[in-house]
T-cell receptor, first 113, second 111 residues
């Protein structure tokens, strides 16, 4: 089974603070994704990456940056966290094998006070 | 407006009953459809995929796809309490690598 891990699993941050969410995959997948999930909105794509060194904007990138330093690692960075960024964040990995199926990590619950 | 629309928003079925979930894409560029299942407090996991017109069955789960109308449906027969979860439909282009998710259908199976 494909393995995607996220850290931290829970995070409480203060408004205006910097938050970094980390994701690691051992699937050797080229593509990695960051989503947030909110009631009434479903899963929304924030940033994604085609491989080490690349990052692409998803559907809701404002207020977020991403970094892909290696095949295995993909980070989501909130430079100035706001309460509206309180959400559950999921990382996923995938590639063309099997038609672009994505494998999700366990999620990070972020609360910005 | 959501490009992938799911109905109903929520559904309650008795144990042993049939659950039917619907999904339609308004983006005519997609041609692959996915169903993910997400239990409460967990991450989404792929349940079934369908790429061709017609029907695909895996155990108690059956998916249908009509590419002309970009409509897919998921049917769960002999529903069990363990099937209670959020069911997410997603679509993508066969040449693409981004999934477009619907908001989901929350299924509750009552004993």
């Amino acid at each position: 089974e494909a393995a995607v891990t996220q850290s931290p699993r829970n995070k409480v941050a203060v408004t205006g603070g910097k938050v970094t969410l980390s994701c690691n995959q051992t699937n050797n997948h080229n593509n990695m994704y960051w989503y947030r999930q909110d009631t009434g909105h479903g899963l929304r794509l924030i940033h994604y990456s085609y491989g080490a060194g690349s990052t692409e904007k998803g559907d809701i990138p404002d207020g977020y940056k991403a970094s892909r330093p290696s095949q295995e690692n993909f980070s989501l960075i909130l430079e100035l966290a706001t309460p509206s960024q309180t959400s559950v964040y999921f990382c996923a990995s995938g590639d063309g094998t099997g038609g672009w199926e994505q494998y999700f990590g366990p999620g990070t619950r972020l609360t910005v006070l | 407006q959501q490009k992938v629309q799911q109905s109903p928003e929520s559904l309650i079925v008795p144990e042993g009953g049939m659950a039917s979930l619907n999904c339609t894409s308004s983006d005519r560029n997609v041609d692959y459809f996915w169903w993910y299942r997400q239990h409460s407090g967990k991450s989404p996991k792929m349940l079934m995929s369908i790429f061709s017109n017609g029907e695909k069955e895996e155990g108690r789960f059956t998916v249908h796809l009509n590419k002309a109308s970009l409509h897919t449906s998921l049917h769960i027969r002999d529903s069990q309490p363990s099937d209670s979860a959020l069911y997410l439909c997603a679509a993508t282009k066969s040449s693409g690598n981004k999934l477009i998710f619907g908001i989901g259908t929350l299924l509750s199976v009552k004993p």
